[in-house]
């Protein structure tokens, strides 16, 4: 376990973290965003803002996918779940998302045949076990999870499996950092870049970024220490009036990214003009959807579905925080209202999400934090 | 579902060319790793496997590490296990 330590050593967070504060200008303000929610575990679990100068401030992006699913669409998903002749099937993380009229928990509770799974490959099993049911497979994610959809349709394909079908609902993340880039509410001196996304589509597709916009992003790993150093690294550009596309995950993420992935993606799905974000609103070629060549396999063409836009709850504040505007405990429902066991909204439902990673680590070093001022 | 769990390959199933069997943390089930580009998967190679598919590979330095990061995340990881247990990919 010796690399593990590597990544985790005190001394060495302790090293990173002055050289973070030499690196810093004390007159100015710095703006970071992680856009990864497994970023955000990590920042929060190990208190990682404390190891930071108070000029450095890391905000949280829209990185989550089961945090970004507008509530129109799982009504769709349930619309579609709730017909007698299919089997909606999803992963875990959906079930609790609520929709404008509710979640697959409670449409299943209502008799619904929705069944959580692992992988779309055990959606398709279930397709060969029921040839008299419609097996649906609620698609999410982004580019980590949609070579995976693909695949199975390529599969479903090569079977001539004609019950199985995906609600497609991929979206992709460099529309969401390019509508953030664009907002006027936020300005960002920097990006963390995600670490298991970039493994698919690799480094390049973020030089606009450091082109256009002029910020740095460094594409980082899943550690306490590779976090510290992304930072440093972001800080140093800085510093040196630089902004390029920076790989701290090379041990893992490929600069090319996985070409065989993104062709499978490119096979079997399409952007889409435009596709709605919760809280974030409508985004154009943000997504992705079935190609014709496959139109087989695609729920939206074989179920008629409402299709509507459901607005929000008023109370929720989830567009703000997927911004990186608001930090969670800034929501008026954090932790009252809006809790992982009762989310009203999206970022509460998936551990990935910043307040439900807030809610379970945050009082944690909040309540650290007392007590170690207290003596 | 965005995790990416480290498992080490434990044999190619010979008659599915793009399915191995796969040691997750002591559980073992069948995944996909026609998604992996460089040279050819071998049984003791580690793998990061989204959602039932392995997107790349990885020394074991990194799976070890990419393992204690995934135990201190919790209920998030138990989950994930938990829908690997049930998973019967073929
Ligand atoms: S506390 Fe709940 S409603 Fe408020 S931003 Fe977070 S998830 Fe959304």
Known sequence: ?375 | MCLGIPGEIVEILPDQPDLAKVDVSGVRRAINIGLITDDEPRPGDWILIHVGFALSKIDEAEAKATLDFLEGVGQAYADEMEALRESGIE
């Open chain 1, 1 to 375: 376990m010796r690399f593990v330590d590597e990544y985790r050593d005190a001394d060495r967070a302790r090293a990173l973290a002055a050289a973070i504060a030499r690196l810093c200008d004390p007159g100015r303000e710095y703006k970071f965003m992680e856009v990864c929610g497994g970023h955000t575990h990590t920042i929060y679990k190990h208190g990682l803002a404390d190891h930071l100068p108070e000029n450095v401030t890391l905000v949280h992006g829209p990185g989550c996918p089961v945090c970004v699913i507008p509530m129109g669409r799982v009504d769709d998903a349930i619309h579609i779940a709730e017909r007698d002749d299919v089997i909606m099937t999803s992963f875990g993380d959906m079930m609790r998302v609520p929709g404008g009229r509710g979640s697959f928990f409670d449409s299943k509770a209502h008799g619904a045949d929705i069944r959580m799974v692992y992988s779309p490959l055990d959606a398709l099993k279930i397709a060969r076990q029921n040839p008299d049911k419609k097996v649906v497979f609620l698609a999410i994610g982004f580019e980590t999870t949609a070579p995976s959809t693909a695949m199975t349709m390529l599969r479903a394909k090569a079977e001539g499996l004609g019950n199985f079908s995906v609600f497609c609902n991929h979206v992709t993340i460099i529309p969401a950092i390019k509508a953030i880039l664009d907002s006027p509410d936020l300005r960002l001196d920097g990006f963390i870049g995600p670490g298991h996304v970039s493994t698919v589509i690799g480094c390049r597709p973020y030089e606009f970024i450091a082109r256009e916009y002029g910020k740095p992003l460094v594409v980082a790993g899943f550690e306490p220490l590779d976090i510290l150093r992304s930072i440093h690294l972001l800080l140093t550009q800085l510093a040196e009036g630089r902004s390029e596309v920076e790989n701290q995950y090379g041990r893992v993420v490929p600069w090319e990214g996985n070409p065989r992935a993104l062709r499978v993606i490119a096979e079997t799905m399409e952007p889409r003009p435009y596709f709605e974000w919760r809280g974030l609103g409508f985004i154009s070629h943000s997504a992705l959807r079935v190609r014709d060549a496959y139109a087989g396999f695609d729920a939206e063409r074989i179920f008629d579905i409402p299709g509507g836009r459901v607005a929000d709850p008023k109370a929720c504040q989830c567009g703000e925080v997927l911004k990186g505007v608001l930090k969670p405990w800034e929501c008026k429902v954090f932790g009252t209202a809006c809790t992982p066991e009762t989310p009203i909204g999206t970022c509460m439902v998936s551990s990935e999400g910043a307040c439900a990673a807030y809610y379970n680590f945050g009082r944690f070093t909040r309540d650290r934090v007392r007590e170690a001022t207290r003596d």
